[in-house]
T-cell receptor
Framework: AQKVTQAQTEISVVEKEDVTLDCVYE???????LFWYKQPPSGELVFLIRRNSFDEQNEISGRYSWNFQKSTSSFNFTITASQVVDSAVYFC????????????FGSGTKLNVKP | DAGVIQSPRHEVTEMGQEVTLRCKPI?????LFWYRQTMMRGLELLIYFNNNVPIDDSGMPEDRFSAKMPNASFSTLKIQPSEPRDSAVYFC???????????FGSGTQLSVL
């Protein structure tokens, strides 16, 4: 079974729209970490955020915000007032207690922001 | 400060040939990872090293794949012999310490004809 599911394969929005990228994870561990990475057209994956399982506080960084809900095993990512430069593939990832260095990546969501 | 450096950026080879991918991690990073990205399977961890020692190679597809890290500043991923199904983007990543964020290289786009 997939440990990380990103059900949205591709999303298209118009600039300045808000968009939420969904991430649902599966683990039996009580201690784990969740991540979001961005892969722009240049190809290199860029780290966005890391959240541990004991910290359910939502995080905001500029136009980016993350909503972590253990009750629904979700770690969703919202971009407010999207811009063309936000166009990329976004990956959610999980690492678990038995091996924190083994990241399970979701299949990614391709975000297209049109001018 | 230089990031993770991979070479070559693109490699086109014929089936049966040996392919060597190279990676220079960020200086001071203790962990080095090799990932493969394909449309079908997404991002897969192939192997990772801690202080130049291979820790987990369970993701290496088969004996045709091998990876080495002779020193803290260099790693190679070798495929011998290569097959068309090995065509993918291969990423190298490094992290400062245990369970830290990964810094990825630009990847090597491998095409095996």
């Amino acid at each position: 079974a997939q440990k990380v599911t990103q059900a949205q394969t591709e999303i298209s929005v118009v600039e300045k729209e808000d968009v939420t990228l969904d991430c649902v994870y599966e683990t039996r561990d009580t201690t784990y970490y969740l991540f979001w990475y961005k892969q722009p057209p240049s190809g290199e994956l860029v780290f966005l955020i890391r959240r541990n399982s004991f910290d359910e506080q939502n995080e905001i960084s500029g136009r980016y915000s993350w909503n972590f809900q253990k009750s629904t095993s979700s770690f969703n990512f919202t971009i407010t007032a999207s811009q063309v430069v936000d166009s990329a593939v976004y990956f959610c990832a999980l690492s678990e207690l038995d091996n924190f260095n083994k990241f399970y990546f979701g299949s990614g969501t391709k975000l297209n922001v049109k001018p | 400060d230089a990031g993770v450096i991979q070479s070559p950026r693109h490699e086109v080879t014929e089936m049966g040939q040996e392919v060597t991918l190279r990676c220079k991690p960020i200086s001071g990073h203790d962990y080095l990872f090799w990932y493969r990205q394909t449309m079908m399977r997404g991002l897969e961890l192939l192997i990772y090293f801690n202080n130049n020692v291979p820790i987990d190679d369970s993701g290496m597809p088969e004996d045709r794949f091998s990876a080495k890290m002779p020193n803290a500043s260099f790693s190679t991923l070798k495929i011998q012999p290569s097959e068309p199904r090995d065509s993918a983007v291969y990423f190298c990543a490094s992290s400062l310490t245990h369970n830290e964020k990964l810094f990825f290289g630009s990847g090597t786009q491998l095409s095996v004809l």
